[in-house]
């Protein structure tokens, strides 16, 4: 087999997210705004990903791009990446936890798209972490508001304390969704030891429960 067969986890998550914003804007009237959320900035690459794919829909502007951390070095290090390519249109920063979510919608907005890489910020302190409990209500939060044909990206790592709990939180969670609302898919490295991880993906099929 070819090095590189398979691509990396993230690389499936941005195309799955692509192709929901490439989705819903094809439906969408030009007048409606769009949405999206990065739920966990870390050091801005997801945010600076969702803010291209979403002026290339989007040109002349009408998005919404929310990106939330706890932490203000993650803040500072996500403008800093998207002011460097010119990407700050339509981007709001927040220091909020992502489970606040509902309280910073704009309004009108269709969701199209949310991305979340749990754990903890690359180089930072490594006991400050997503946890599993404010993980969950902000997933029923965007899955509340998640548009039809959009998609629920999150990167799980369960290597680190905490990190296995969350994961199998989320893992229920995911699982526990109804399959004629939604469809869901799990991707991992089954013989990866070190540092394990896991990719959900979830697709809202419609808004019946």
């Given at each position: 087999m070819a090095a590189h067969a398979f691509p990396e986890l993230t690389a499936f998550s941005r195309q799955a997210v692509r192709s929901a914003l490439e989705h819903c804007t094809a439906l969408l009237p030009a007048n409606?705004?769009?949405l999206a959320v990065d739920g966990t900035c870390g050091n801005g690459?997801?945010?600076?990903?969702l803010a291209k794919e979403l002026a290339a829909l989007r040109p002349g502007g009408g998005f919404h791009l929310l990106g939330f951390d706890v932490q203000e070095a993650a803040l500072a290090a996500t403008?800093?990446?998207l002011k460097a390519a010119n990407a700050l249109e339509g981007v709001r920063l927040l220091r909020e936890g992502h489970e606040c979510l509902?309280?910073?919608?704009?309004?009108?907005?269709?969701c199209a798209a949310a991305v979340y890489n749990l754990g903890f910020l690359p180089g930072s302190d490594k006991r400050l972490t997503t946890r599993a409990g404010t993980t969950l209500a902000a997933l029923r939060a965007v899955a509340d508001i998640l548009a039809p044909g959009g998609?629920?990206?999150?990167?799980?790592?369960?290597?680190?304390?905490?990190?296995?709990e969350e994961a199998t939180a989320v893992d229920a969670w995911f699982?526990?969704?109804?399959y004629t609302v939604w469809?869901?898919?799990r991707y991992s490295h089954c013989n990866k030891a070190r540092n394990p991880?896991?990719?959900?993906?979830?697709?809202?099929?419609?808004?019946?429960?």
């Open positions: 409606a705004p769009l690459h997801d945010t600076l990903f403008r800093a990446r509902a309280g910073f919608l704009p309004e009108d907005a269709v998609v629920l990206s999150v990167h799980a790592y369960a290597g680190h304390p905490g990190g296995q699982s526990a969704l109804p469809t869901v898919a991880e896991i990719l959900f993906l979830a697709e809202r099929k419609s808004h019946n429960d």
